[in-house]
């Protein structure tokens, strides 16, 4: 069964303290790693999606990196509007082409000005 | 931003009665699906299309049945709604089979009483 596990569950921050979030996922078959965030009352974003070993991705501030059991979320020098919810989820496959993805239960992050 | 739509964004109802959800794309994506987030859970797929007419269950799909009549929507409806199905729930679609990120609407909170 596929699994994914996030820590910490809630992380709190100086602005401009830089820090990781850790996404550890067991799942047959790795299609994709991805990367949500998710503001308070808000469908989650679309932020970095990562697909073997190695792979890093950048945007702003984060960057996500992938090894074959883990991803980190790497956050440097972090701005209040930084503070969300950040999900990580694996694509498992369905039928006819159909991709379901498979959850952690997120990370809230406060980054404090 | 994903031209994404659902709608009610809030509904509070009474045990038993139906409640139709439903979710309007503009995108022309072939994949269509519904997720409900709770707090400990995360987000989890109850039902998906992967084409007009074409659905099939999720992992927590009891209660629930969806119908697509039309490429751009999505409806879900519980027969008879239950405290347990107090929720947010969210739509996502996807353009193609390979691999393929999944950008999600806004939610519906659903306060079943």
């Known amino acids: 069964e596929d699994q994914v596990t996030q820590s910490p569950e809630a992380l709190r921050l100086q602005e401009g303290e830089s820090s990781s979030l850790n996404c550890s996922y067991t799942?047959?078959?790795?299609?994709?790693l991805f990367w949500y965030r998710q503001d308070p009352g808000k469908g989650p974003e679309f932020l970095f999606t990562l697909y073997s070993a190695g792979e890093e991705k950048e945007k702003e501030r984060l960057k996500a990196t992938l090894t074959k059991k883990e991803s980190f979320l790497h956050i440097t020098a972090p701005k209040p509007e930084d503070s969300a919810t950040y999900l990580c989820?694996?694509?498992?496959?369905?039928?006819?082409?159909?991709?379901?993805?498979?959850f952690g239960q997120g990370t809230r992050l406060t980054i404090n000005p | 931003d994903a031209g994404i739509t659902q709608s009610p964004r809030h509904k509070v109802t009474e045990t038993g009665t139906p409640v139709t959800l439903r979710c309007h794309q503009t995108e022309n994506h072939r994949y269509m699906y519904w997720y409900r987030q709770d707090p400990g859970h995360g987000l989890r797929l109850i039902h998906y299309s992967y084409g007009v007419k074409d659905t099939d269950k999720g992992e927590v799909s009891d209660g629930y049945s969806v119908s697509r009549s039309k490429t751009e929507d999505f409806l879900l409806t519980l027969e008879s709604a239950t405290s347990s199905q107090t929720s947010v729930y969210f739509c996502?679609?996807?353009?193609?089979?390979?691999?393929?990120?999944?950008?999600f609407g806004p939610g519906t909170r659903l306060l079943v009483l």
């Open positions: 989820a694996v694509q498992a496959l369905l039928i006819q082409g159909a991709q379901k993805l498979v």
């Open positions: 996502a679609i996807s353009e193609s089979r390979n691999q393929e990120t999944q950008y």
């Open positions: 799942v047959s078959g790795l299609r994709g």
